[in-house]
């Protein structure tokens, strides 16, 4: 996979003067400029299945703002990660804090209320009901209004109008009243980042966004993420490397279910292990 353009001039800018450092091997501060506060924290986290540690003593922090991409081969952990921060999975040991606060033991519907939400790898969208009506559910819910409750007019309009702004935002104008079934898989994923987007979240954690996307879909839902408002922190994970070093401003790798390198997408580019990880060898090249 080749590099783009744009990072390969930040790769020979970066050569001149004082060189990147190398990619940390466990997670340190945040990139340098003003301070920015850790939004999530990760801390020693294992999370095994029998005898099987799919996780093993994770440390990481993403910080408020941040595009913080988690990447590493197949079976490194990532998903398993993933679904502890969530609160789909309890940890073996270690712990999980969102804005300061301990949500280790708290369920998805409580850290959902804190300002998390996610996607997820296969979309999981109401395929019975229109593109509007799937943002409604979402939106609803954050303004404290039941599905089961019909709202005064007025308000009901104010709701429809903010899920179309939504649906604008993620580039589905005009596809308001089809059905979700009807969308293409890349129109799924946009409604699917709608709905996301509908609950306000502070923190979006976005699972293989681009997976089963054709290049045209994939570089329309870059520049939708991209484009995000920066009170909106994301965290994702993806295989298409074009994608992550292309949004990402910070990259964690992980390895055998083991915290490998952090740091930004050059250094984690130049990082002898990251490359050794994913082809076995230190010739990385039509990777990165």
């Given amino acids: 996979m080749r ?30 400029g003003r301070a920015v506060s850790a939004l999530l924290e990760v801390s020693g986290v294992t999370r095994c299945f029998g005898e099987l540690r799919a996780v093993d003593d994770v440390t990481l922090s993403v910080s408020e703002g941040a595009r913080h991409a988690l990447i590493g081969p197949n079976g490194a952990g990532k998903s398993t990660l993933f679904n502890v921060v969530a609160g789909a999975l309890r940890p073996t040991a270690g712990r999980v804090r969102l804005a300061g606060r301990d949500v280790t033991r708290l369920p998805e519907w409580r850290r959902a209320r804190l300002g998390l939400a996610r996607t997820f790898q296969h979309s999981s969208v109401l395929l019975h009901c229109t593109a509007v009506e799937n943002v409604l559910v979402s939106v609803q819910r954050e303004a404290g209004v039941a599905a089961r409750m019909l709202p005064a007019p007025r308000r009901r309009r104010a709701l429809v109008d903010q899920c179309l702004e939504l649906l604008d935002t993620v580039g589905l104008a005009g596809r308001e009243h089809l059905r979700a079934a009807a969308l293409s898989h890349g129109e799924r994923r946009q409604l699917e980042l709608a709905v996301a987007l509908g609950a306000r979240p502070r923190l979006l954690l976005l699972d293989e966004p681009a997976a089963g996307m054709s290049p045209a879909e994939t570089a329309r839902l870059t520049e939708l993420v991209r484009g995000l408002p920066r009170e909106v922190t994301v965290l994702l994970i993806e295989h298409d490397l074009d994608v992550v070093f292309g949004l990402a401003d910070r990259v964690t790798v992980l390895h055998l279910g083991r915290h490998l390198a952090t740091g930004t997408p050059q250094q984690v580019r130049a990082d002898p292990a990251v490359r050794e990880a994913y082809l076995g060898a230190s010739d990385a090249a039509e990777l990165f």
């Fill in 3 to 32: 590099i783009g353009q744009a990072g390969a001039a930040a790769a020979d800018e970066g050569s001149q003067g004082e060189r990147e450092q190398p990619a940390q091997r466990a997670p340190g501060p945040a990139p340098t």
